[in-house]
C-alpha cells in the first residue's frame, strides 16, 4: 500500500494521533490506516480514548509589539563557547514575531543548558535524536520541516563537517539531512581552524548545496592572545539575516519612477446646488494608484469627488471640476507614466449660476454646454514634458473595441484600458471589471493596434495586472526617470 500524506492537521489532531499511536506501539502512519479501517468496517470502538488535549494556546505576544509569531524557525545550538550568543538570538527572534524550538547537541550542554533555552523560547527542547517521548512518531522529521527556516548557532567545524558529508548519527545531524527548508549557518571557530583546508572545502561544498551562512567575524577569541576570522556574528546580525531570508524584501521595480493617476468623476456645478457628474466611484483609479506605489513609484493620485479612503504612501490632490483636474495635472509634471482612469465630463455649464436656479411659469431655463479640457489629449500631445508612457480609459456602452481603437488614434495616447460600462454591467461603483488593453503593435504596420483581452476581475487584480504590463514596458524601453 502507498504511504500516506496528511497535511494541515491542527494540533489537536496531531497530538490525538500521536497518542494513540504510542499507546497502541504502531506508527502514527499506521495508526491512520487503522482507523480508516475501523470506520469502513463500521466498528464501534471509540476515535478518543483519551481526554481531548486544551486547545493550543496563541503563541505570546511579543513584548516589542504585542503581535503573535508570524513565523517559526528551528534553532540548532552546537557545541562552542560562542552558544552563549544563542540565547540573545532566541530572544532577538521573538521581538521579530518568530516561534524557535532549540536543539541543543550534545557538546553544547557543555555551554548551556536545555534549560535555559526552554525558559527563553517557552518551548521544549529538544536534545537526543532517540529521545522515546518524541521519536514514536520520527520527532526529528517534523523538527527538520515544521518551520520556515533552521538556524544553526553556533555552527562548529564538526557540525559543518557531518552537513557537508550527509552524516546523520545525532539529532541535529539528521535534522539537516532531512529538512526541505533553507539553512542559515552562523560559524563559530578558531582562526586556524577556520582556515583549515577540510573547513574550507567543507565551506564551499556547504554553500554549493545551497546553505547561507553569516559571519563568521574577525575579533578576539576566547582563547588567550587568539585572534583572527572566526567569531560568530553577533545575535542580531543573525535575527537579521534570519528575517531577511523569512520575509523577504518585495520586489519594487519601480523604484526612481513618478506616476501620476487620475481618478474618479468630475462634478460640474449648474448652481451652487446642482452639477453635472456621473456614476464613477474612483475604484479603479485608486486600486491603480495602490499598485503603482507596491511596485515602488512615487506615485500622484489626482481624484474627483469620492468616497474612498486615500491610499498609503500616495499623495492625493482632491479635485471638483475638470478645468481643476487638468491644473493639478500639469502643475504634476513632469512624470514617468500617467495613467488617466477619472471619468471626466465631457460639458460642463458655459454660465453656472450665481444662486440656485428656481422653477418658473416660463418653463426650464435654458443651460447652454460647453466642452470641458481633454486631459488625456492635452498631455498626450505635449511637446514638451510629455510623460514617455500615456495611458488612457475608454469607458464605452457600445461597440466597445471599436470605439476604443478611435479614442487611441484621437487622443495620441500609447495606451488604452477599454471597459464596457452599461448598466447591466455593474462596472460602475462596483467591484469589478472586465477590461481590454489596447496599444500600438511594436514593429507593426503603422496605425495596428494589438487588443489584449482580460477575463473578469476585481478592481484590484486589474490594477495588478496593469502595473505589471507597466512594469515590462518600463524595463523593455530603459525608461529615464522624470525630472
Known amino acids: 500500500m502507498a504511504s500516506l500524506t496528511i497535511r494541515k492537521l491542527d494540533e489537536g489532531v496531531k497530538t490525538y494521533l500521536r497518542l494513540r499511536s504510542a499507546k497502541n506501539r504502531r506508527s502514527v502512519e499506521e495508526e491512520v490506516r487503522v482507523i480508516l479501517r475501523e470506520l469502513i468496517e463500521g466498528r464501534e470502538e471509540p476515535l478518543t480514548p483519551f481526554a481531548a488535549p486544551p486547545a493550543a494556546s496563541p503563541a505570546p505576544p511579543s513584548p516589542r509589539t504585542g503581535a503573535v509569531a508570524e513565523a517559526s524557525v528551528t534553532l540548532i ?29 550534545k557538546a553544547a550542554q557543555q555551554f548551556v543548558t536545555p534549560l535555559a533555552a526552554s525558559a527563553l523560547s517557552h518551548e521544549r527542547v529538544y536534545t537526543d535524536l532517540f529521545d522515546p517521548q518524541s521519536e514514536f512518531d520520527a520527532g526529528h522529521i517534523r523538527l527538520a520541516r515544521d518551520c520556515d527556516l533552521i538556524v544553526v548557532a553556533p555552527a562548529t567545524a564538526d557540525l559543518m563537517a557531518k552537513m557537508a558529508c550527509g552524516h546523520a548519527d545525532d539529532l541535529a545531524s539528521a535534522i539537516l539531512l532531512a529538512t526541505n527548508r533553507k539553512i542559515l549557518l552562523a560559524p563559530a571557530m578558531n582562526p586556524l581552524m577556520w582556515n583549515n583546508a577540510a573547513t574550507r572545502r567543507n565551506v564551499a561544498q556547504l554553500q554549493r548545496d545551497g546553505v547561507v551562512m553569516i ?22 546580525e543573525i535575527a ?19 506616476v501620476l493617476i487620475t481618478a474618479g468623476p468630475t462634478h460640474e456645478p449648474i448652481d451652487p446646488v446642482r452639477y453635472i457628474a456621473n456614476r ?105 514634458k510629455r510623460p514617455p508612457l500615456v495611458i488612457g480609459f475608454a469607458a464605452e456602452t457600445e461597440h466597445l473595441i471599436d470605439n476604443a481603437k478611435a479614442k487611441l488614434a484621437r487622443k495620441g495616447c500609447d495606451w488604452i484600458v477599454a471597459n464596457d460600462v452599461s448598466p447591466a454591467t455593474g462596472v460602475m461603483g462596483g467591484d469589478r471589471n472586465t477590461v481590454h488593453l489596447l496599444s500600438r503593435k511594436s514593429g507593426g504596420e503603422d496605425g495596428e493596434i494589438a487588443v489584449d483581452s482580460w477575463p473578469v476581475m476585481t478592481k484590484e487584480q486589474v490594477a495588478t495586472e496593469l502595473i505589471a504590463h507597466v512594469v515590462k514596458s518600463v524595463a523593455d524601453k530603459s525608461l529615464e526617470p522624470a525630472s
Open 77 to 105: 545550538i552546537g557545541g562552542g563557547i560562542a552558544a552563549y550568543k544563542s540565547l540573545d538570538l532566541i530572544r532577538r527572534l521573538k521581538e521579530r514575531r518568530v516561534d524557535v524550538r532549540c536543539v541543543l547537541t
Open 215 to 236: 559571519g563568521p567575524n574577525a575579533g578576539e577569541m576566547a582563547e588567550a592572545g587568539e585572534a583572527g576570522v572566526g567569531r560568530m556574528s553577533e545575535a542580531i
Open 240 to 258: 537579521v539575516a534570519a528575517e531577511r531570508l523569512l520575509r523577504p524584501p518585495v520586489p519594487r521595480p519601480l523604484a526612481g519612477k513618478r
Open 280 to 384: 464613477s466611484s474612483g475604484k479603479q483609479g485608486f486600486a491603480i494608484a495602490a499598485a503603482a506605489q507596491a511596485a515602488g513609484a512615487e506615485v500622484i493620485l489626482v481624484s474627483g469627488p469620492v468616497d474612498l479612503n486615500d491610499p498609503d504612501g500616495v499623495t492625493v490632490k482632491h479635485v471638483e471640476s475638470a478645468r481643476q483636474m487638468l491644473e493639478h495635472v500639469q502643475a504634476s509634471l513632469p512624470v514617468d507614466i500617467a495613467i488617466f482612469a477619472a471619468a471626466v465630463a465631457d460639458w460642463r455649464v458655459a454660465n453656472e449660476g450665481e444662486q440656485k436656479l428656481k422653477k418658473t411659469s416660463a418653463g426650464m431655463p435654458p443651460l447652454q454646454l460647453v466642452e470641458n479640457p481633454d486631459i488625456l489629449a492635452t498631455i498626450s500631445k505635449l511637446s514638451d
